[in-house]
């Protein structure tokens, strides 16, 4: 055997023993999201109610642990209406990383632009995102692929598929 072989092959058990160590962080993430959902229910069978950050102490605990974590403070405090609106109903949060433009699910998902300025406000709050330019990319070569009909049947997917319900 080359020395060459026996560096791929090296680099190969290196490789799968990331492949590995992700893995377990992965189910731990899952584990520990599990866990957070259970006491979000129990909050919400206790009627907590989740007021403001700087005003009430549960909203204050949760975003300064946050940020003494390692979370920007916008993060934390987009985290925050996140749990805010969970605990209020009592639903898992699905995803903590799904909000954009500091808005809340709720918003993100609800009020319709009543003009031009509004819906041009809410695309620059898309565009600005980092992951904005990645999505028009792939949405534009499902399209050219014809994996999609239409652009807007793509955007549909893709919400749904983030679990976003649109009607």
């Not at 957070?36 to 949760?62: H, M």
Request: hydrophobic share 35%; with cysteine.
């Amino acid at each position: 055997m080359t020395t060459e072989k026996i560096s791929y092959a090296n680099e190969a058990a290196l490789i799968a023993t990331d492949l590995i160590e992700a893995k377990q962080h992965d189910d731990k993430a899952s584990l520990l999201r599990e866990g957070v959902n259970k006491k979000i229910v129990k909050l919400n069978k206790d009627k907590v109610v989740i007021g403001r950050y700087n005003v009430c102490a549960v909203a204050t605990a949760f975003v300064d642990t946050l940020v003494q974590g390692g979370s920007a403070k916008k993060t934390a405090q987009n985290y925050l209406s996140l749990f805010k609106d969970a605990v209020k109903t009592g639903k898992p949060v699905l995803d903590w990383g799904g909000v954009r433009g500091g808005k809340s699910r709720k918003d993100a998902k609800g009020a319709k632009a009543t003009t031009p300025k509004q819906l041009a406000d809410k695309l620059a709050t898309a565009y600005r995102d980092s992951d904005f330019e990645t999505f028009v990319t792939d949405l534009q070569a499902s399209f050219q692929n014809d994996e999609i009909s239409t652009l807007l049947e793509g955007i549909q997917s893709y919400l749904e598929s983030e679990g976003i319900e649109l009607k």
